[in-house]
């Protein structure tokens, strides 16, 4: 049986994990998680220190909910998996979906990271596309016939 605990820190939202996580974890774990109207979108920080088993079924839920909250433009980091469990990640070969922190200070410290990376990205394609206007703009006002380059 899983049991979640929330609790809000900041614009983080802390999840401690307990108990096992299988294919009867589903309907929590999306509601809790993934469609909770209370979390005003926040980024999620999961602490699976207290998790003692993750079942295949389990995999897949977890590796769906992460999809889910990135596709809301969230960050979700886990923080304290035990090594049966991160093995059992590895043997799915779904480790690399994950990002995994040993304490929960270094993942806090990383979601702000992330949050300041992803405003700059979108600046710096908005950037890009003003530049890329800008020179067709100049382009056709000169006469030239507007070439499009790839």
Known sequence: M????????GDIIFIDLS???????HDEIQASIVDDPEDGG???LMNCENLTNISS???????TACME?????RIIKLVKISPGILEKL??????????????VESAAKQI???????????????ERIDINLSAKF??????????VSP
């Open 2 to 9: 899983l049991t979640l605990t929330k609790k809000m820190g």
């Open 19 to 25: 108990g096992e996580i299988n294919v009867n974890s």
């Open 42 to 44: 926040g980024n999620i």
């Open 57 to 63: 079924s389990g995999i897949g839920i977890l590796v």
């Open 69 to 73: 909250i990135h596709k809301q433009g």
């Open 90 to 103: 590895d043997l799915h070969k779904v480790l690399p979906l994950f990002s995994i922190f040993s304490d």
């Open 112 to 126: 702000k990271i992330d949050v300041e990376e992803k405003g700059k990205s979108y600046v710096r394609l908005f």
């Open 138 to 147: 100049r382009v056709h006002k000169k006469g030239k016939k507007a070439s």
